[in-house]
């Protein structure tokens, strides 16, 4: 089997891990020992080195120690940083976009750029601040906190607020609103829209793309789509692919935008391929634009790959040789059910001691749900440890039905999971932010 190298160490390269690692020799330079990428490169009878995945020489190191033919990369920080180019210097084949072709997630400036010019219909009225004094005067034309605050680069999937939800009035906004222009030297003030959010991602050759099954994210930490935003606390997808408010229309429309896109990247040179995926409203006055990511979503990636019906080993390879097609790349039309567990604090207080906690992974899988580790190591045998204040492990589902796959979550998850830990207990029960 081909060597492949995976980098990353989330939820999202977990089962990125699981179906690489059926069809590759698996290898992986870890911060720490995720359970769930350990478990499956010793299944592939790869290796792993734990170590610094940022550190380029580290990793050129490893790559020519062990001989590596393909690198994958789903990682926004990794993939802004340039660990692609880096495995293209040194010959690999890649899945995943260059630093230059990463700025559409790491730029909103410059992907606002690009859509104003493929598709100006999409986009919602913004302005670009650069200074306090032109901050604080776009801000003085909204009533009240009618806007939404943009950071210019990557915050995880946490840095949009939006007024009236993330902060009370125009005083509170322009707070955090100056904080983000000191962090970068540019912030974006948008127009507060009233619809309904989604994401479509797709996966790319360079050129042609083939849209994945379209996922319903819940990113408040608490029910009722109460609290602060987060990195995901659950997602689900439908038997149709698509999603109760959207049409294959709806669709069409952002998957063009998302083909354009990536012609416009690759114009000059390939600088794309592997993932990409695009936020949007549907509003009354048509589709609009929020952003677009250069990489799998976490946890979008935990259950579109697991309704990916052709080897995912398989689909990389036609995305190397760019040979990309609905042909090849084919996914059931069962649905999917995802729910992250969290600690008590998480995203509400950091929390500098690490968090101990017991899961009876073997209880869950024998109830038919998967556990995919994301930051967390294993102490010793059903006792696991927190590296971060980040989530901890989800638990997913694929079935018939929604409500099949929603009761298979949540009965796999009674019992088995520390009362000491969180998750929502509303994700399937409402479709609406």
């Not at 059931?332 to 929390?351: G, H, L, M, P, Q």
Request: hydrophobic share 35%.
């Amino acid at each position: 089997m081909k060597k492949c190298l995976l980098l990353g160490n989330g939820g999202r390269e977990a089962v990125m891990a699981e179906y690489l690692g059926k069809g590759y020799e698996l290898y992986a330079v870890l911060p720490y020992e995720n359970p769930s990428i350990v478990e499956y490169i010793k299944k592939s009878g790869g290796k792993y080195l734990v170590g610094n995945p940022f550190d380029k020489a580290l990793v050129r190191d490893f790559i020519r120690k062990n001989n590596l033919e393909i690198c994958v990369i789903s990682s926004d920080n990794l993939l802004r940083d340039g660990l692609i180019d880096l495995a293209r210097e040194e010959g690999l084949k890649t899945f995943g976009a260059t630093s230059k072709g990463s700025k559409i997630e790491w730029s909103k400036t410059y992907a606002l750029d690009i859509v104003e010019k493929l598709a100006p219909e999409m986009i919602i009225k913004n302005y670009t601040a650069t200074d306090e004094s032109t901050l604080r005067s776009v801000i003085n034309k909204y009533k009240e906190d009618e806007f939404v605050v943009k950071p210019e680069g990557l915050t995880g999937g946490k840095g949009v607020k939006v007024g009236g939800i993330h902060f009370k009035g125009k005083g509170e906004g322009c707070e955090y609103a100056l904080s983000c222009l000191k962090d970068s030297g540019k912030v974006i003030i948008q127009d507060k829209v009233e619809g309904e959010e989604f994401t479509v991602m797709a996966l790319t050759d360079g050129e042609n793309i083939v849209t994945t099954p379209i996922t319903f994210d819940y990113p408040y930490r608490f029910d009722g789509d109460k609290g602060p935003g987060t990195g995901g606390m659950g997602t689900l997808s439908f038997e149709n692919g698509l999603l109760p408010f959207l049409t294959e229309v709806d669709v069409d429309t952002c998957s063009k935008l998302i083909k354009e896109t990536i012609s416009y990247i690759n114009k000059s040179s390939l600088e794309y391929n592997g993932v990409i995926y695009g936020g949007f409203f549907k509003c009354e006055n048509g589709i609009k634009f929020i952003e677009f990511n250069a990489r799998f979503g976490d946890p979008e990636a935990l259950n579109v790959l697991n309704a990916l019906e052709t080897p995912f080993a398989d689909v990389v390879e036609n995305i190397i040789n760019g040979t990309l097609s609905e042909e090849n790349c084919k996914f059931s039309s069962d649905c999917t059910f995802t729910v992250y567990v969290v600690s008590k604090d998480y995203a509400i207080r950091e929390n500098k001691e690490p968090c101990i906690f017991n899961v009876n992974k073997s209880a869950i899988l024998e109830k038919g749900a998967k556990i995919y580790f994301a930051n967390a190591k294993n102490i010793e045998g059903d006792t696991y440890t927190s590296v971060s204040n980040s989530r901890l492990f989800a638990v997913v589902t694929i079935d018939k039905t929604l409500e099949a796959a929603r009761e298979k979550t949540y009965a796999a998850m009674e019992g088995n999971v520390d009362a000491r830990l969180d998750y929502r207990r509303d994700i399937g029960k409402i479709y609406k932010h």
